[in-house]
């Protein structure tokens, strides 16, 4: 058997069933080997949305994706999906290549020292392997799945020889690797009771880690034991039930839900579970805490970084929660105090508060805010949602969805360029479900000629482009901190994306009036043919509506 034939017979074993890539010649061996092997290769335009889609891949399958692309320029151009998938938690396995082992140092795509390339992506890898024969093939891919996945998930990189894909050689037989999952000792777990029994109002977070570990059924179960209000983190969107009478909402301080955020402050007993606290994803640290924090994540390193707790446990949650639900239930711990009234209560009052500030910015042209409630009256339940980097994503933040890992986005990396070519992945992925990417005129300058791979794979996403000529997030940041407004800085040129849509062979549809929102999203939702880019030109000068409420202001020009 031929080591490139050896390799995808591997990654079948591993259950492996796409590929993503961008075809370059020293890889072309495995690329094939692959065609024939069964597995589905999407071949993207380039390597950073290659990237990205595998990221998308990940999140939306809950398991390792691969990613295969050339040394030199195919490798660097990965580096920051795979550098937000090592902080963020998702398992991706990288392949790339050495240059010929020929003694020659002038090779293409080769740097001036071997390891060179290794160096470049230990920071953003879990760890690195390099196979130089055909012998080493299956160990060291049994080996980089294990690692994708044990512990905090993460991207592991291999390299190859490309001598090691023509090699032929007798195969060994697979075995796959047995994961070791990280508890929490028994004594910590009845502290945490301890905390509990004299607790009055406990709270919860469930971060993305509650539903890596597959631990949702026992979330849900201890907030109906403690009686405790239940929020998630803004990538845990979803795994919440709409009929579950204690969800209170997204906690990320002022950028999140005001149920949430109210709800942290009463607490005298906060549980975070599966989360790791980043600057996003608290509303830029607006978090507030008036009781104790109990913080358990699988990763040592997420603990304690920006708020520190009370108590830290290293463990996989759903290892935690078993033996916690255990404990209360020797305990007979089953209590009732209110806080479902509470957080209805709350819930009331957040829609007041919300329809106040949106019924006082209806004037002038298409807000934000506007678009994203024209969109929640079209969406499946089981919708795919892909968001940017900007401040469209920011709207959506507070967005009600309820089907788990239908929400993806990035709140701790936060890289640009992720919303096209995932919804792309996404809409490959499963094209019988509904799939949008949410992304401003910025992020689709990035990545946006993914179009042209969906349209080659028959996929049909809606994307729907923010389009303020602006990098607008950039500006409210740049009012917040340095007081000042450079327009050399964040203005981008005006752009029709619905001609570069139909140019790129999708439908494209224009809005640019207020009264054109309902009718022209609903024709690019019932569109069935190819994939919709939908250009909305927004108003440049609003905030969004939950950073309205972190810097106080409706305008950028009034932030202070």
Known sequence: MKGSDYITYCLVQENVDTIFTVAAENIYPLLQSSLKGGLKVINSKLELSAAFMALAYSRLKRKPSVLLVTGGPGIVGSLSPIAEARIEGDPMLIFSTLPPNDGKRTHMHQFIEEEDQTRILEPITKRQFKIREFKMIADVVSKAFKEAVEGKPGPVYIEFCVEVLREESDPVEYKREETVVRKPSVNEVETVVDCILVSKFPAIIAGRGVYLSDSVEEILKLSRILDAPLTTTIMAKGIVP????????????????????????????????????????????????????????????????????????????????????????????????????????LWKMEEKELEKLYS???????????????????????????????????????????????????????????????????????????VIGIVGDGGFLMTGLEISTAVQYNAKPVIIIFNDSSYKVLRIYEHARYHTDTEELYKLPSTDFSKIAEGLGAKGIEICERRQLYQKLKEAF???????????????????????????????????
């Open 360 to 434: 006082s910015l209806k004037e002038g042209p298409i807000k934000s805010w506007e678009v994203i409630d024209t969109i929640k009256q079209f969406i499946d339940e089981d919708a795919i949602i892909v968001g940017d980097v900007g401040a469209h994503r920011i709207e959506t933040f507070i967005m009600p969805l309820h089907a788990p890992q239908t929400y993806i986005a990035t709140t701790s990396y936060v890289s640009m360029g992720l919303a096209v070519p995932g919804a792309v992945a996404a809409s490959i992925l499963f094209p019988e479900r509904q």
């Open 242 to 345: 709409k009929d579950f009478e204690l969800y209170a909402g997204v906690a990320a301080g002022k950028s999140g839900n005001i149920t949430a955020e109210k709800v942290l402050e009463k607490s005298d007993l906060v549980i975070a579970i599966g989360n790791r606290f980043s600057e996003m994803g608290t509303g830029r640290y607006s978090l507030k805490f008036s009781g104790k924090l109990v913080h358990i994540n699988v990763a040592e390193e997420d603990i304690g970084r920006a708020f520190k707790p009370d108590m830290g446990i290293v463990s996989d949650a759903k290892e935690f929660l078993k033996i916690l639900l255990k404990k209360l239930e020797e305990k007979n711990v089953s209590r009732k105090c209110g806080a479902g009234e509470t957080v209805k209560e």
């Open 526 to 560: 019932e569109w069935s043919k190819s994939p919709v880019v939908v250009d909305v030109k927004i108003d440049p000068e609003t905030i969004p509506v939950p950073f309205q409420r972190l810097y106080s202001s409706k305008m950028i020009n009034e932030i202070r």
